[in-house]
């Protein structure tokens, strides 16, 4: 019913930029929270921000240092994550995610996303 797709990864250097694109469709109900995701090999998913999509309040995971910024367009039923001076340790599959629980602490979003993305891969290396 509802899809996500990502995209904006790529290959980058250390210290560059890239924009990724959450798209959704088929949403019949504005999901509660939003949130983007990466993966790294052998390493469990982790999450690095997220957004309601009503009232926009956001969250950032500490390790990301105020180099990530999320932030959401209504009308396209889009999400992004800007990200800004990129380390090689940011390397991974960034996926994107779409929860409807309703909770007061958004950084448990992901026990109840109901849709991911196939994800987008960012490679960031000199």
């Known amino acids: 019913q509802v899809h996500l797709v990502e995209s904006g990864g790529g290959l980058v250097k250390p210290g560059g930029s890239l924009r990724l694109s959450c798209a959704a469709s088929?949403?019949?109900?504005?999901?509660?929270?939003v949130g983007w995701f990466r993966q790294a090999p052998g390493k469990e998913r982790e999450l690095l921000s997220a957004?309601?999509?009503?009232?926009?309040?956001?969250y950032y995971a500490d390790f990301l240092e105020g180099r990530f910024a999320i932030s959401r367009d209504n009308a396209k039923n889009t999400v992004y994550l800007q990200m800004n001076n990129l380390k090689p340790e940011d390397t991974a599959v960034y996926l994107c995610?779409?929860?409807?629980?309703?909770?007061?602490?958004?950084?448990?979003?992901?026990?109840?996303?109901?849709?991911w993305g196939q994800g987008t891969q960012v490679t960031v290396s000199s």
């Open positions: 957004i309601t999509w009503s009232d926009a309040n956001t």
């Open positions: 088929g949403v019949v109900y504005t999901p509660y929270v």
């Open positions: 995610g779409a929860s409807w629980w309703v909770t007061n602490d958004i950084r448990t979003m992901g026990s109840h996303t109901r849709y």
